[in-house]
């Protein structure tokens, strides 16, 4: 047992002072709020770590690439067709090379836990590798490697579009039928057995890429603890095209036709009607918001005030990784809704929490729900997952417990984490990684491979 001593920490109950917490030696908090006489003390105010709920690795080594107009409208269906020729030159190593390098930018960011939306399964021509979990046995390297706490979400991917159509070309790397799909989500259930920084579920890649009869016999078929994720409603295009091929948008087909709880994670949910986004918010299910990707991409606003009346879960991710910051994830989703909105202080409705303070404490416990995993709260029995701020950052300098969380979400320069625990073990110490020389190297190896 280990046991530390905080000036400062945010808990469920608020802010405490000289918070001190062990950690049992499987890397759950234990004794929270008891002193101990031997305790090492902690420089810096501790926050829970922030679960990234949604990331599709390989997409990080693209970043910069995509930025230029490819044709007289440029939007997200370009941006996808250049993204399926890069990938076209993933192997098992550089998918480990990439996603290593950028697990290690997650954790100096504050992030303590991601979301991998795997899709990526088998070579650029479709043909499965001798192992078909290969891919997935790559992201699983790279977690053990970093050790971020990793929810592997292998993906289901069929079809090209509403009402069965054929994949084209682009997509041969991702197809699978159901079974083949469900012997990678059992070798990675192996995988993650008996590692409690790593788990696993399921994630039917969206409403066009999969039937609604396998995404049916898939939710029948997968243990009743797994996280399901869910692409919805990103993009006008297909909330039109799901209207013209069946008379309904995509979260309302979802919300009628499936038992959806709070194990779905709806990731964008981006274009709702005022009636989705309160049944979404009801269903229980988490939205699993992209800021600065959604941005990237031109996709649209999420109605944060209209899903938080509805006491609606959300959480943030990366997704396409072309930049990566906590605080700016946090940003970008209040600053996009002061744009739309012309208004100030958008994600409150009150005055007794402020804009910083109710997105890390939401995008907290929402990221926890939507990863399955125990982490988001200095608690008993939690995970052992939490950050330390900076205290000599500029842009936190005094700040207290009323203004902190805006602090760091707004006004700072630049990275305002300091160091970073997963499971009870320190896995960022003053804002280095311990094996971020040999991470990079690999990773300027792949790049030269990727591109040229
Ligand atoms: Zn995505």
Same mark, same amino acid.
């Given at each position: ?5 905080? &000036? ?42 922030? &679960? ?120 041969? &790397? ?29 994630? &039917? ?248």
């Amino acid at each position: 047992m280990k046991s530390y001593l905080a &000036p400062l920490a945010l808990t469920p109950s608020g802010w405490q002072k000289d918070f001190s917490f062990s950690i049992d030696g499987s890397g759950d908090l234990i004794e929270v709020g008891k002193r101990t006489e031997e305790c090492e003390v902690i420089d810096g105010v501790v926050l829970p770590g922030m &679960p990234n709920l949604h990331s599709h690795a390989f997409q990080r080594a693209m970043a910069g690439l995509t930025e230029r107009r490819t044709a007289k409208q440029d939007s997200f269906w370009t941006w996808r067709s250049t993204m399926y020729q890069f990938l076209s030159r993933f192997t098992p190593e550089s998918m480990r090379a990439v996603a290593s390098q950028l697990y290690i930018e997650m954790l100096k960011q504050g992030f303590t836990s991601v979301g991998e939306f795997h899709y990526v399964h088998h070579q650029a021509d479709g043909t499965p590798y001798d192992n078909r979990a290969e891919l997935s046995h790559s992201i699983f390297d790279a977690a053990g490697q970093t050790g971020i706490a990793l929810t592997h979400l292998p993906v289901l991917y069929q079809t090209g579009g509403f009402g069965d159509q054929a994949p084209n070309e682009g997509q041969r &790397p991702f197809l699978n039928d159901l079974d083949r799909y469900l012997a990678i989500v059992e070798a990675s259930s192996a995988r993650a057995q008996g590692d409690q920084n790593k788990s696993v579920g399921v994630a &039917p890649h969206s409403l066009r890429a999969v039937t609604l009869d396998n995404l049916e016999a898939l939710h029948n078929q997968i243990p009743r603890d797994f996280p399901i994720h869910i692409h919805i409603a990103e993009q006008t295009k297909e909330v039109n095209d799901c209207l013209a091929w069946c008379g309904q948008t995509p979260v309302e087909l979802l919300l009628r036709r499936f038992p959806v709880n709070n194990r779905w994670c709806a990731i964008h949910a981006t274009h709702m009607t005022a009636t989705e986004t309160r049944g979404l918010a009801k269903s229980g299910a988490v939205a699993g918001l992209c800021p600065i990707t959604e941005a990237n991409l031109g996709d649209g606003v999420f109605k944060l005030r209209t899903y938080l009346k509805s006491k609606g879960a959300f959480g943030i991710g990366s997704d396409s990784n072309v930049l990566i910051s906590m605080p700016e994830e946090l940003r970008t989703l209040e600053y996009s809704l002061r744009l739309k909105h012309r208004k100030r202080a958008i994600a409150t409705s009150t005055q007794d929490m402020s804009p910083g303070s109710l997105l890390y404490n939401k995008a907290v416990s929402g990221g926890a729900q939507a990863l399955g995993r125990k982490t988001g709260s200095l608690a008993d029995g939690f995970r052992a997952d939490l950050i330390v701020l900076q205290p000599e950052n500029p842009g936190l300098l005094h700040h207290g417990p009323q203004s902190l969380l805006d602090a760091m979400v707004f006004g700072c320069n630049t990275n305002p984490v300091k160091d970073v625990m997963v499971g009870g073990d320190w896995k960022i110490k003053d804002g280095r990684h311990t094996a971020e020389e040999i991470v990079l190297g690999n990773y300027r190896e792949a790049l030269s491979q990727l591109i040229n």
